[in-house]
């Protein structure tokens, strides 16, 4: 606490919290004044308020990055490799962090597999991110609440995206009518007369 002229300076490390009581008395003419005033501060941790993905809505196959975003409501730090399990069928994908450190946006750039299959992409859970023996903390080095939105609602990935992992195998198509008007089959080969719509996986049909 320091004291300059009318200024007064109150200095909380980043690990305090707390209330502080300032009184502060005044006497002018014979009559004295007091005012107190009550500063509180909340050490309070960093949530996650959503998650998203930059890619457009649609459907997506074998080898194609999504990269996917976990939103904080302050700046956080990341130490190691945390990672995101994302539902994607028989076997859900784990997908290791890839940037955003110093920001307030995670990102995890999930590459889809084959056998991958999903009608609206989402993590697996609440709980679906994990440290993997790193760190997520904030700059005054409270760690993160990792408690994702509850799947499915608003906040979640698939309330604000609809990715499709429309065939087992990885067909990769923009839109249902382009998959069926261009014969984009369920492993993921192309046919028709114009092949930029469907992405051939080079893999045998399963």
Do not use: R, W
């Amino acid at each position: 606490t320091s004291l300059s002229g009318n200024n007064l300076t109150l200095d909380f490390q980043a690990s305090q919290s707390g209330t502080a009581t300032i009184i502060i008395q005044g006497t002018s003419n014979g009559v004295t004044v007091i005012d107190t005033f009550t500063v509180t501060v909340t050490n309070v941790s960093p949530t996650i308020h959503s998650v998203s993905s930059t890619v457009p809505d649609g459907y997506y196959g074998i080898g194609e990055v999504i990269p996917i975003t976990i939103n904080f409501d302050e700046i956080i730090t990341i130490t190691g490799t945390p990672q995101l399990t994302l539902e994607t069928g028989i076997t859900d994908a784990v997908v290791d962090y890839t940037s955003g450190s110093g920001s307030t946006t995670l990102v995890f750039n999930y590459t889809v597999a084959s056998g991958h299959a999903t009608n609206d992409l989402d993590y697996a859970s609440v709980g679906a991110l994990a440290l993997n023996g790193g760190t997520i903390k904030d700059d005054g080095g409270k760690s993160a609440i990792l408690t994702l939105p509850d799947v499915g609602t608003s906040g979640s990935l698939g309330d604000n995206k609809n990715i499709i992992l429309g065939y087992p195998d990885g067909a990769s198509c923009t839109t249902d009518d382009q998959c069926n008007s261009y014969d984009c089959d369920a492993c993921g080969e192309c046919g028709g007369n114009n092949t930029t719509f469907c992405l051939a996986d080079g893999l045998e049909c399963i």
